[in-house]
């Protein structure tokens, strides 16, 4: 069956760096776009970042250009988010999605605090 599990999150002070990471088994991983999205407390779901299937092409919300790396190993089907510069309004619920299929992981915690 389909499977997106993410891990990597926890606490951390302002400033710090996370990397969170998402595990995809039960689909073709290198055949899907893939995206990061967050949803902060008392906040819709938001897009946070995008990789194309090679992983050449990304995107970013403006509120994490510059601080957040989006990545991807097709070989070992794992998707990345390294979050450099975090802020406090990055306290959130971190989810991987498979754009292609629509694919949703449980999410993993991000709390930024001091």
């Known amino acids: 069956q389909v499977q997106l599990v993410e891990s990597g999150g926890g606490l951390v002070q302002p400033g710090g760096s996370l990397k969170l990471a998402c595990f995809a088994s039960?689909?073709?991983?290198?055949?899907?776009?893939m995206a990061w999205y967050r949803q902060r407390p008392g906040k819709e779901r938001e897009f946070v970042a995008g990789?194309?299937?090679?992983?050449?092409?990304?995107d970013y919300a403006g509120s994490v250009a510059g601080r957040f790396t989006i990545s991807r190993d097709n070989s070992q089907n794992v998707l990345y988010l390294q979050m450099n510069g975090l802020k406090v309004e990055d306290t959130a619920v971190y989810y991987c999605?498979?754009?292609?299929?629509?694919?949703w992981g449980q999410g993993t915690q991000v709390t930024v605090s001091s």
């Open positions: 039960g689909f073709s991983f290198d055949s899907s776009t």
């Open positions: 999605n498979a754009r292609s299929f629509d694919y």
């Open positions: 990789i194309s299937t090679g992983g050449s092409i990304t």
